[in-house]
């Protein structure tokens, strides 16, 4: 196997990690968001999540976003928008969202599928980072300046 092979096999383990715990956590939220028991401090939560999100794809280019940790050939290095402070902003989107559904769950299991995903996040930007610092000349630089995960923290 390659290393082009290696890191499709990697990422997408880790996306199917990362959904797969979402899903857990999707389901175990369910019974709250049906009968729209959800707790009040789930929902800016939530909001800022999509909001994230939204702002994250629309700094992004078009066939610039990869779902898989690997760099897209020819890709470019974006730092405006939300990453201009953060350099994952879609994963803190997905943490945030994610805590979301933790929270209306409100049950021991979603709290540690949170933090199993917390754990497979943070593991998927280490290689992600890896592999942009091989892509990009300037992300070592990028790299200083800014986050992982939360503006100024972390």
Known sequence: MDERQRRVWLGSGLVVLQFGLLAMLALLAWPAVKHWTIPLAAWPTAIGAVLLAVWALGSNRLGNFNIRPIPKTGGVLVTQGPYHWI???????????????????????????????????????RYEERWMLAQHPGYAAYRQQTKRFLPWLF
């Open 87 to 125: 350099r994952h902003p879609m994963y803190t989107a997905f943490l945030l969202g994610a805590w979301a559904l933790a929270r209306t769950a409100a049950r021991d299991e979603a709290w540690l599928a949170w933090y199993v995903l917390t754990l497979v996040l943070w593991l998927k930007s």
